[in-house]
């Protein structure tokens, strides 16, 4: 089964809104990640937090992370039109390659 | 980074037939990772693909429906046979870097009348 559930399962803002999606798994992870998939094609990497880390940005993101909770939130401030695509998180896990993807996120930006 | 090329990029067959995705990676792997995404739905993992050995299959997959090739470290084929309109999904290839990154080829959208 998925590890990782996400919700909102889809989200619909206006351009310059600040987006957010969260994440929550069921097992200890070593890592966990955001990825980008525009329109059904390969996903795009956007972030990783290991699990030692409670928050992480990059540019207009921002991600957190809390163990306790099993949970992972992913923000995107000041949206743009391009945002617009789904968002999965994934989880990876010390000692093994694969990685277990969440459920995903329809993210829409309305101009 | 990893620059993957995944073809062909969509397909329309005919059940009971057969299709072979290929994935070629820009440069040499260990594993390669087979992911199923059917509509509106997140990523499963099919198998991950060592070169020199058998792939290893996921719980729900098996050889003789998804026969995997990998005849070297950059290369790695997937065949989705015997098809029937539940196979219609998006297949993708993938490739890590680093502990966990993962890279992705654009996927092959294939659609089974």
Known sequence: ?111 | SAVISQKPSRDICQRGTSLTIQCQVDSQVTMMFWYRQQPGQSLTLIATANQGSEATYESGFVIDKFPISRPNLTFSTLTVSNMSPEDSSIYLCSVHRGPTEAFFGQGTRLTVV
């Not at chain 1, 795009?44 to 921002?62: A, F, P, Q």
């Not at chain 1, 306790?68 to 939130?73: D, E, G, I, L």
């Open chain 1, 1 to 111: 089964s998925q590890q990782g559930e996400e919700d909102p399962q889809a989200l619909s803002i206006q351009e310059g809104e600040n987006a957010t999606m969260n994440c929550s798994y069921k097992t200890s992870i070593n890592n966990l990640q955001w990825y980008r998939q525009n329109s059904g094609r390969g996903l795009v990497h956007l972030i990783l937090i290991r699990s030692n880390e409670r928050e992480k940005h990059s540019g207009r993101l921002r991600v957190t992370l809390d163990t306790s909770k099993k949970s992972s939130s992913l923000l995107i401030t000041a949206s743009r039109a391009a945002d617009t695509a789904s968002y999965f998180c994934a989880t990876g896990f010390q000692g093994a390659q694969k990685l277990v993807f969440g459920q995903g996120t329809r993210l829409t930006i309305n101009p």
